[in-house]
């Protein structure tokens, strides 16, 4: 059982597909936000039954509460393999990703640069790029127009010893392709620089070891990886430490609250503990053990073995149809299972009409207009977008391909 995903058991701890209303629909959207496991669920409805007031107090349901919250971030940090208190939550990513540039454009020096590419979604580069108002240097990496890959030699090109931070993405929400973060982190560390890395649209694939891959800073969201509306921060401490507080002043000695300005979600933090259950749960079902960060790699392979299996006949299907052209690699091996389709037509119109065949898709841009630019699609007509995860089985991609058929 441990090679092989169990995908019954999987779709078992996901109440929408027991949920009458989505029954012989097939959900090709997850890269916009996942189907919610049922611990997450159980946790928050617990939570507001029970808990729902200020945690940290000396009464009791207070003391329930503030223990849920600490809870979510000690096991999650374990998974993820960084120290527990350099784990933080926030509304979102981008809300997220905005109080860290303003904590660097606090920092930084006059002359100072950053590196941005243009193959993230937009939150991972608009705050950044907006200090260039500020009067810091912004340097692009730029994607191949065609492939939409990003180089490491081209970012070598922009390496000095002016540039403070790398912004890139774990993987582009449109182009699928997995980029080289222990790679390219060495290569900004070797030159003095400090990483930021864009997880988004990779972690509903698999959480990473965080602590081995080595960024010092790793965003990503909670709603795409089966939890509540949340963004998830690593900031590791050395970096930590040395930006400017940006939460409330007598708070800047913690520090997961030096860069959560606002008062946090408790439900929804508490209820990312969920998470943490539904990994525990698939690592026990498959006979998965060891440490948190070791059961956690066991369940990344054995999601990623799946998906890989489902995405190649997709990428086939796609490679070989003229009209349509595939953006990023077409083998499964190395690329997540986001599949963004340039057609000769709109791509909200054909998720329209998918929609008529049971399959919830996507058409659009996607927030990542700048890597469409990049690569010669208009992002006013926009991509069609497969995304799929690990409860994904056979029988959608097939219902899947067979639509696609109908309308292309």
Same mark, same amino acid.
């Given at each position: 059982?441990?090679?092989?995903?169990?995908?019954?058991?999987?779709r078992?701890? +996901? #109440? @929408?597909?027991?949920?009458?209303s989505?029954?012989?629909?097939?959900?090709?959207?997850n890269?916009?936000?996942?189907?919610?496991?049922? =611990? !997450?669920?159980?946790?928050?409805?617990?939570y507001?039954?029970?808990?729902?007031?200020?945690?940290?107090?000396p009464y009791?349901?207070?003391?329930?509460?503030g223990?849920?919250m600490?809870?979510?971030r @000690?096991r999650?940090?374990?998974?993820?393999?960084?120290?527990?208190?350099?784990? %933080?939550?926030g509304?979102?990513?981008?809300?997220?990703?905005?109080?860290l540039?303003?904590?660097?454009?606090? $920092?930084?020096?006059?002359?100072?640069?950053? !590196? &941005?590419?243009?193959?993230?979604?937009?939150?991972?580069?608009g =705050? $950044?790029?907006r200090?260039a108002?500020?009067?810091?240097?912004v340097?692009?990496?730029?994607?191949? #127009?065609?492939?939409?890959?990003?180089?490491?030699e081209d970012?070598?090109?922009?390496?000095?010893?002016?540039?403070?931070? !790398?912004? +890139?993405?774990?993987?582009?929400?449109?182009?699928?392709e997995v980029?080289p973060?222990?790679e390219?982190t060495?290569?900004?560390h070797?030159?003095?620089?400090?990483?930021?890395?864009?997880?988004?649209s990779?972690?509903?694939?698999? +959480?990473?070891?965080?602590?081995?891959?080595?960024?010092?800073?790793y965003?990503f %969201?909670?709603?795409?990886?089966?939890?509540?509306h949340?963004?998830?921060?690593?900031?590791r401490?050395?970096?930590?430490?040395?930006?400017?507080?940006?939460?409330h002043?007598?708070n800047?000695?913690c520090?997961?609250?030096? +860069?959560?300005?606002?008062g946090?979600d408790?439900?929804?933090?508490? *209820? %990312?503990?969920?998470?943490?259950?539904?990994?525990?749960?698939?690592?026990?079902h498959?006979g998965?053990?060891g440490?948190?960060?070791?059961?956690n790699?066991? !369940?990344?392979?054995?999601?990623?073995?799946?998906e890989?299996?489902?995405?190649? =006949?997709?990428?086939?299907?796609?490679k070989?149809r003229?009209?349509?052209?595939?953006?990023?690699?077409?083998?499964?091996?190395?690329?997540?299972?986001t599949? @963004?389709?340039?057609?000769?037509? *709109?791509g909200?119109?054909?998720?329209?009409?998918l929609a008529?065949?049971?399959?919830?898709?996507?058409?659009g841009?996607?927030?990542? &207009?700048?890597?469409?630019?990049?690569?010669g &699609?208009d992002?006013?007509?926009?991509?069609?977008?497969?995304s799929?995860?690990?409860?994904?089985?056979? @029988?959608?991609?097939?219902q899947?391909?067979?639509?696609?058929?109908d309308?292309?």
């Open positions: 059982m441990a090679g092989q995903l169990d995908v019954d058991f999987v078992a701890q +996901f #109440p @929408a597909f027991a949920e009458p989505l029954q012989g629909q097939a959900f090709f959207e890269a916009g936000g996942s189907y919610t496991c049922g =611990p !997450v669920i159980a946790r928050l409805e617990r507001y039954r029970q808990r729902k007031v200020q945690p940290y107090a009791e349901a207070s003391q329930l509460a223990e849920e600490d809870e979510a @000690a999650l940090s374990a998974m993820l393999g960084v120290a527990e208190d350099e784990l %933080s939550f509304p979102s990513t981008t809300q997220n990703t905005y109080v540039a303003r904590a660097f454009a606090q $920092w930084m020096q006059p002359g100072d640069a950053i !590196v &941005v590419t243009n193959q993230d979604h937009e939150a991972n580069t =705050p $950044w790029r200090l108002d500020e009067g810091f240097e340097r692009e990496w730029k994607i191949d #127009p065609e492939s939409g890959h990003l180089n490491p970012l070598e090109e922009l390496l000095d010893d002016k540039v403070r931070l !790398v912004c +890139f993405p774990h993987c582009s929400n449109v182009v699928g980029n973060v222990v390219i060495a290569l900004a070797a030159a003095g620089a400090y990483v930021c890395v864009d997880g988004v990779y972690a509903p694939h698999g +959480f990473v070891n965080v602590g081995l891959m080595g960024p010092d800073i965003l %969201s909670a709603y795409k990886t089966y939890g509540p949340q963004g998830i921060m690593v900031i401490r050395d970096l930590g430490m040395q930006l400017p507080n940006q939460g002043y007598f800047q000695d520090l997961y609250k030096r +860069f959560t300005p606002a946090p408790h439900a929804q933090i508490a *209820a %990312s503990a969920g998470m943490a259950d539904y990994f525990d749960a698939l690592a026990e498959h998965i053990t440490t948190p960060t070791e059961r790699e066991g !369940v990344h392979e054995l999601m990623r073995r799946h890989s299996a489902l995405l190649q =006949p997709v990428l086939d299907y796609a070989d003229n009209s349509v052209r595939l953006l990023g690699p077409t083998s499964a091996e190395g690329r997540a299972p599949v @963004a389709l340039a057609l000769n037509r *709109a909200e119109g054909v998720a329209r009409d008529q065949h049971g399959i919830m898709a996507g058409g841009d996607f927030y990542a &207009v700048r890597a469409l630019q990049a690569m &699609v992002p006013d007509q926009g991509v069609l977008r497969l799929f995860v690990h409860y994904t089985n056979r @029988a959608e991609v097939d899947l391909l067979n639509a696609l058929d309308c292309l």
